[in-house]
């Protein structure tokens, strides 16, 4: 088979799975094939985006025109990124109901309801290590239940196998967060920002499966061991149940929301209380090969984290912050000839503007200052600013300086994420605006579309307003508030979006 992927072919041979042992899984190899053809689609898009922003700033004519490619490619991006989420869905579920299968190196039937697992009755006379191998469980519990807890003691592997695909994962994120942070140039940083946004949703997914695989273990097992004491007569063990579930509530509200994950949380306290449920269980029918192994497992525990820092990045924009400098020299010349400004899509960016004319001045006019550039009015006015500073305080002293040497007129510009402001008043007017995003008619989020705003909406909060009405705040222009709701449509075009504008 051939996966086509631009000008390349990919054969079978050349898409590697993520797990071994699933290469002749047709259905599964497919789907990496197509996860990795709309991987290259979108690193081909990004390309083009690049080169246009690039053009955007070196061609004035026609910004209008390469700012409308820019959000259109932008808008394939994410609706490729929403096709690739629902692809992980499915690879993660075939890749889950393999380890289950396999997770001994031996054959096993899982089928879709618990209920109707097969049971194999245990050899009476041996005693297990693994507490729901031995006989006891079979005479205690009906078939069904018997099927349930062997298949949660199945999926106590799987979540076993998704924790340590998060702790990999995990390590990853930290070096591309290293490497982010280390790179000098705005491509590279382009490149590497996507890289972890993929990685990151990478994680998410594990998280997300771990969270059902692993409730679906803790909800049965607590069940069926109390069945078990209440059947015994073991009104003590049920007490003492009850109070280790109590504790582990505290514990859990005492971490909830301090690291990265709750799921995580939920995970380490549920799984120690569930050993403690196994011990108590082994201990009551007298496995003590069982009761030897769970005090080895009680003890590795100890050792499982889940206070794991959240790892964000946060966008570089790599703006050229060059100060105003003062000299008597003449700086531009015929042979070294004013730029043009640079205009930055992203950030904010201040420069001293010097002024509008009619008519292009002559270079001379700008002796001693450095860096001077101009910018055509939509009128074929000539503009012209100096410096470039981070923000308004910074460039005061140099504003004073600059009218002194006769530019009277002189005052202080910006770009704030793309949108011009010519003087103080204009900027204080733009920096007041902020546009919402407004989700409605919705009682829970979709995860896909969790994800998109987590990713595309860096610094701005996502909230939830009443019932069904979900709102993220915090943009400063309508371009930047338009490109997310492009990219929460991609993810799920049932929703009803709006943006809102308050001053």
């Not at 990685?199 to 049965?220: G, H, K, M, P």
């Not at 889940?306 to 924009?317: L, M, Q, T, V």
């Amino acid at each position: 088979m051939l996966f086509t992927v631009g000008v390349t072919t990919l054969s079978a041979q050349e898409i590697k799975p993520r797990i071994a042992g699933l290469e002749s899984n047709k259905e599964y190899m497919s789907l990496l094939g197509r996860d990795k053809r709309l991987q290259e689609r979108a690193d081909s898009l990004s390309a083009q985006i690049r080169s246009l922003r690039e053009k955007f700033v070196e061609e004035s004519d026609n910004r209008k025109g390469f700012s409308t490619d820019i959000l259109r490619l932008e808008g394939e991006v994410f609706s490729l990124q929403g096709e690739r989420g629902r692809l992980a869905q499915r690879i993660n579920y075939i890749e889950q109901e393999w380890l289950i299968v396999n997770m001994n190196n031996r054959p096993a039937v899982v089928p879709s309801q618990p209920d109707e697992a097969p049971v194999v009755v245990p050899n009476n006379a041996r005693k297990y290590a693994d507490l729901t191998r031995n006989a006891h469980f079979s005479t205690l519990l009906s078939p069904a239940d018997y099927a349930t807890l062997r298949r949660s003691q199945r999926y106590e592997s799987v979540a076993v196998q998704l924790l340590k695909a998060f702790e990999e994962g995990h390590v990853r994120l930290v070096a591309l967060r290293r490497e982010y942070e280390a790179v000098d140039n705005e491509g590279g940083a382009d490149s590497l920002m996507s890289i972890f946004l993929n990685r990151q949703s990478e994680c998410n997914e594990i998280v997300d499966s771990l969270a059902s695989t692993w409730s679906y273990v803790f909800d049965n097992k607590t069940y069926m061991y109390d069945l078990l004491f209440d059947k015994e007569g073991r009104h003590d063990m049920l007490q003492r149940a009850e109070g280790n579930i109590f504790k582990m509530r505290q514990n859990i509200e005492r971490e909830r929301g301090a690291y990265l994950s709750d799921v995580l949380v939920n995970y380490v306290f549920q799984k120690r209380c569930v050993v403690d449920y196994e011990v108590d269980v082994a201990t009551m029918l007298g496995l003590q090969v069982a009761v030897d192994s769970l005090a080895r497992v009680r003890k590795s525990l100890d050792t499982l984290r889940y206070d794991y820092a959240p790892i964000e990045i946060k966008r570089r924009y790599f703006l050229n912050y060059v100060p105003l400098e003062f000299s008597t020299k003449y700086i531009y010349t015929s042979k070294n000839p004013m730029p043009e400004c640079e205009v930055y899509e992203n950030g904010e960016m201040y420069r001293i503007k010097l002024g509008e004319f009619a008519e292009r001045q002559p270079l001379s006019k700008f002796r001693g200052l450095e860096p001077v550039a101009y910018l055509r009015s939509e009128d074929g006015g000539w503009i012209y600013y100096a410096g470039g500073y981070p923000t308004v305080e910074a460039l005061e002293r140099h504003l004073v300086t600059v009218k002194r040497l006769g530019f009277r007129s002189a005052d202080v510009a910006a770009w704030i994420d793309g949108t011009y402001a010519g003087s103080r008043d204009e900027i204080s007017v733009l920096k007041s605006k902020s546009y919402t995003i407004e989700i409605t008619g919705v009682d829970a989020l979709p995860e896909s579309v969790r994800r998109v705003i987590a990713q595309m909406s860096e610094g701005h909060e996502l909230s939830r307003v009443g019932t069904d009405t979900y709102l993220v705040t915090g943009f400063r222009s309508r371009e930047a508030a338009e490109l997310v709701v492009r990219g929460i449509e991609s993810a799920d075009s049932s929703l009803k979006v709006g943006i809102t504008e308050a001053q």
